[in-house]
C-alpha cells in the first residue's frame, strides 16, 4: 500500500511537471506596442502574432492584459468601459470582468476571460501569453473553482429552479470555495439555458442555448441536475422540499429559490385556446416556430418586450399579416417614453405590422370548423383573424406553492429579501431573480425587476454569501432587446417624470435619459454603443451627470472614471 502511494505521488509529480513544462513551452513573448501608446486609464486592442487579439490597459501606472472578447457574445472588450477600480465592461450586455485576473465580475458573462502576463522594456508594452488562447474561439476561461464538492462536506443546498440564477449561483458557489452538496430541482427538461435567445431568435433545440451541460455540472461542479421536477411545498420546520405530488422530498441545509416567472393569460373567453399561446420555454418556442409559417396571420396581444422581439424573429417568413394589440399609445411607452416608443413603432409598421393602440382585448373566439383553436381576436367590434396568437401580457412570479409553506408573499406573489437577498422571517432561505422583492442600492426602496441579467447576479450574489463571503446586492440593471437595432437599458425608470432625447429614435439612433424628480435614473439606447455600458458604471458609482448637464448636451463618454485621477472617487463608492 505504501509502494502504491508513493508511486502515485511520482506518477502525479512527473506529471504535473510535464504539464508545467508544456505551458511553458507554449508560451510567447511579443511585443505588441509603444508604451506611448497607451496612456492612463486607456484600454488598447492589439495584435497577437497572426489572428490573436489581446486588450491591454493601463490603470495608474501599472499595464495589464487580458484576451480581447467577451465571452457573453463575443464583443470587443477594448470598444467597451473601463474603471479606475480594474472593471472592464463588454459595450453590448453589460457582462464586466476584472482586467488584473481576468474573473467574472457581473452577468451576463457564463465564463471567465484569459489574463496574461505584461511588461515595459525599452519603451515597448511586451505580453506574454499562449497564442492558442488569444483567439476568439478560445475566449473562455475554465472557471477556477476553489471546490467541485466532490468529497462532500455534509453541507447541502438546494436550488428551486432551473434559469439564470441558478447557473450563476452554481458557478459562484462553487468559485467561492462552497464545498457542501447542490442539487437543482428544475421543471425544464434541460440543463439552465439562454432564455435571452428564445424569443429573439425562436431556437428550438436546447442543446444549442446550455451553459453548461448535465455532465458538466454533474463531473466538474459536484451538481445533481434533477430536471422535470414539479416541487409542491416547501417544509421550513423540518427544512425539507416536498416534490412530485409529494412522492419525494429532499433536506437542504441552505434553500435558494429561482423559480423565475410563470406566462400571464388574460382573463378573457378564448385564452384557453390550442393555438393561443405564452412564451417562455423551448416547447414554447417550438410551438411558436411551428406555425409562423409563410401565409399564416399571427395577432400578438401586449406590446412590450417579449411579444415584440418575436414580431421581429418572424418578421421575415413572409407571413400574411402580424397584428399587435396594446393599451398604451404607442409600443414600449410605459417603459421607454412616448417619443421611442414611436419611433420603434415607426420601424415595425415599416416592415409591415399593424398596430392596434390604447384598446383592450374583448375576447377570443374560436373556429367554427375546430372549436378547440382560435380564429380570431375581438377589438373594439372588429375581430382580427389569426391562424395563432401570442399572448405577451407579462409574467407572475412562480411562487404559488409558498402560499402553504409558511412564506409572507406580497401582492403580486413575489417574495420581500434583505440586502443579503436571504427571505425575511426565514431561516437560510434566499429569493432571487423575478421572485424577488429586494432593497435597491441608493433609495433603499424594494423592487422587483424581471431582467435576464440581474438574475445572474442574484445568483452570483447569493453564492458568494453561502459561500461564506456576504455580498450585499448593488448591481445596476440592465437588458437589451431586439427590436431592428439592438436596444440597449440600464436603471430603473419606473416613475421616471421627464425624457431627455439625443438624436432620432425615428432613425433608430438615440440616446433617452430617464428622469426622476430632476436625477437620471435610467437610460437607453440604439446604435452609440457603450453608451449605456458607461450609464450603468455612472449610475453604480454615483457619478451620473444632472439632467441639466445632459439637456445642455453633456457627453456620458467624457465622463473620466478610469484615469488615476478619478480613482480616488470611484473607489469611495
Known sequence: MLLRSHLNFFISTRLQTRLRQALTMSLKTIAVCNESELQDGQMKQVDFEEAGKVVLYRLNGTIHATSAFCTHYGAPLAKGVLTADGRVVCPWHGACFSVCTGDIEDAPAPAAIHSFKAVVADGKINVTADPSLTLKSNMNRSPKLLSTGVAGSGKSVVIIGGGSATFHAIESLREHGYSGNITVLSQE??????????SKALITDSSKL??????????????????GVTVTSVDTS?????????????????LILAMGGTPRRLPIPGSDLENVYTFRSIEDSKRVDAAAQEGKRMVV????FIGMELVVAVAKRGLASIDVIGMEEHPFQNVLGKEVGQGLQKYHESQGVKFHMGTQVE?????ESDPSLAAGVVVNGQTLPADFIIMGVGVAPATEFLKQSGFQLEKDGGIKVDQYLKVQGQDNVYAVGDIAWYPQQRTGENRRVEHWNVAGNHGRAVGKTIAGDPQPFAKVPVFWSAQGQQLRYCGLGANYDDVIIHGDPGEMKFIAYYVHRGEVVAVSSMQNDPVVSKASELLRLGLMPSAAELR???N????????ASAKPRVESV
Open 189 to 198: 427538461k434541460h440543463a439552465p439555458i439562454d432564455r435571452t435567445k428564445l
Open 552 to 554: 445642455e448636451g453633456k
Open 363 to 367: 375576447k377570443i373566439i374560436p373556429s
Open 210 to 227: 446550455e451553459w453548461r451541460t448535465a455532465a458538466d455540472l454533474k463531473i466538474k461542479y459536484g451538481t445533481t441536475l434533477r430536471t
Open 238 to 254: 423540518s427544512k425539507l422540499v416536498v416534490f412530485d405530488g409529494g412522492k419525494e422530498s429532499i433536506s437542504y441545509e441552505t
Open 301 to 304: 396581444i401586449g406590446s412590450s
Open 556 to 563: 456620458l463618454l467624457s465622463v473620466d472614471i478610469s484615469t
